[in-house]
């Protein structure tokens, strides 16, 4: 089946301690992107890549990472610097198009401890 | 920068009635999509419908329909015939034109938690 998967669906961490979260889509889709969500808040964009070996800061970028090396792949690296990483972590694929939607995996919930 | 605003923190209604959610935004642009998706309690993003800015109809997908009012920027959504299945967090979504593919980012509201009652 065609779909966005992101691994895990769980996730802890210790403070101080780096974590990668997953995202790979079987969709061909060219544009990625990676939200976070907490409560009472809509999602917020933290990074998104347009093409493999390109991608651009979104609203909250500061203390994540991510790297795109295949088209199928999008990881996010929650790094030590992120202050407050608690949160939903969603990412979102989409098609070429002027219009296109994006459609979401089922998200990481990113706990630290 | 555009901001997407949703006023209804919480909603409730009995099942088989209509129910209409708000949002407003704001933008300088001319050229935009405005989106609804939908988060059960599973957390999947869903889209429920979508409206191009340029269009002076209103979108309607089945029980859903949207009241677009591109002066006032608003963009209501109502659901019809409300069922236990429609419980969720539902999101207003906005989204510029860009020629740039992949630069066409959402900006989402806040949400409101919609519960259906039996």
């Known amino acids: 089946d065609g779909g966005i998967t992101q691994s895990p669906k769980y996730l802890f961490r210790k403070e101080g301690q780096n974590v990668t979260l997953s995202c790979e889509q079987n969709?061909?889709?060219?544009?990625m992107y990676w939200y976070r969500q907490d409560p009472g808040q809509g999602l917020r964009l933290i990074y998104y890549?347009?093409?493999?070996?390109?991608?651009q800061k979104g609203d909250i970028a500061e203390g994540y990472s991510v790297s795109r090396e295949k088209k199928e792949s999008f990881p996010l690296t929650v790094t030590s610097a992120q202050k407050n990483p608690t949160a939903f972590y969603l990412c979102a694929s989409r098609p070429t198009g002027e219009w296109n939607e994006q459609f979401f995996g089922p998200g990481t919930r990113l706990t630290v401890l | 920068a555009q901001t997407v605003t949703q006023s209804q923190p919480e909603m409730s209604v009995q099942e088989a009635e209509t129910v209409t959610l708000s949002c407003t935004y704001d933008?300088?642009?001319?050229?935009?999509?405005l989106f609804w998706y939908k988060q059960p309690p599973s957390r999947q993003m869903i889209l429920v419908i979508r409206q191009e800015a340029y269009k002076q109809q209103n979108a309607t997908e089945n029980r859903f329909s949207v009241n677009f009012q591109k002066a006032a920027k608003s963009f209501s959504l109502k659901i019809s015939d409300s069922q236990l299945g429609d419980t969720a967090m539902y999101f207003c979504a906005f989204m510029k034109l860009s020629f740039v593919q992949g630069a066409q980012k959402l900006v989402f509201g806040q949400g409101t938690r919609l519960t259906i009652n039996p």
């Open positions: 890549s347009q093409i493999v070996n390109d991608f």
């Open positions: 933008t300088s642009e001319s050229n935009y999509y």
């Open positions: 969709l061909n889709h060219d544009a």
